[in-house]
């Protein structure tokens, strides 16, 4: 694996990990529902090129393991 590669693969972990830790508090707090909070998260990652890096199949298990915050 190339340098490139490697600085890439950890800055999409850092740009997920802050999504995680910034976007999806503030999803729980904007959304009715769990399910409402997840959809607007996914409406987000599917454009994100750190959470594409991951597979479909990843990122929706990841995003439906995501619990509510208050």
Do not use: S
């Not at 950890?10 to 707090?29: F, G, N, T, V």
């Not at 769990?34 to 479909?56: K, N, S, V």
Request: aromatic fraction near 12%; hydrophobic fraction near 45%; proline fraction near 6%.
């Amino acid at each position: 694996m190339g340098v490139f590669k490697l600085i890439q693969t950890w800055w999409y972990a850092r740009c997920r990990r802050m999504d995680l830790d910034i976007l999806w508090p503030e999803c729980c707090k904007a959304a009715p529902n769990l399910l409402m909070a997840r959809g607007m998260f996914t409406y987000h990652a599917i454009q994100d090129p750190a959470w594409c890096a991951l597979g479909e199949e990843e990122m929706r298990r990841i995003i439906n393991n995501l619990e509510p915050i208050k």
